[in-house]
């Protein structure tokens, strides 16, 4: 059973960057689709992006396009996140997500295992 565990949250200025890392524990990471989701206090939770288990295909949620880039090192069971330009809007708790599939991987519904998030805040 796959464990996710990430890291790499803070506080950073708006302009600022942040790397977040998931961490995964057992070898069905390495054919599992991963997502990245967000939950602002007060909001749903809402997809972030997505990398499919080859690492070719990845989806964004248009508000983080052309900033945020989803990526994954299957030799080291992890994924990652790389936010740049970030804003006050983008302050939430992040947490990764893996599914075995990779339709609809914008639909946390579809997702089996998750991590327990990484706060990131940013401050304008």
């Known amino acids: 059973q796959a464990q996710l565990v990430e890291s790499g949250g803070g506080l950073v200025q708006a302009g600022g960057s942040l790397r977040l890392s998931c961490a995964a524990a057992?070898?069905?990471?390495?054919?599992?689709?991963m997502g990245w989701f967000r939950q602002a206090p007060g909001k749903e939770r809402e997809f972030v992006a997505g990398?499919?288990?080859?690492?070719?295909?990845?989806h964004y949620a248009d508000s983080v396009k052309g900033r945020f880039t989803i990526s994954r090192d299957n030799a080291k069971n992890t994924v990652f996140l790389q936010m740049n330009s970030l804003n006050s809007e983008n302050t939430a708790v992040y947490s990764c997500?893996?599914?075995?599939?990779?339709?609809?991987?914008?639909?946390?519904?579809?997702?089996?295992?998750w991590g327990q998030g990484t706060q990131v805040t940013v401050s304008s």
């Open positions: 990398v499919s288990w080859t690492g070719i295909n990845t």
């Open positions: 057992g070898r069905m990471f390495r054919t599992y689709a």
């Open positions: 997500a893996a599914t075995n599939g990779w339709a609809d991987v914008s639909n946390p519904g579809k997702y089996d295992y």
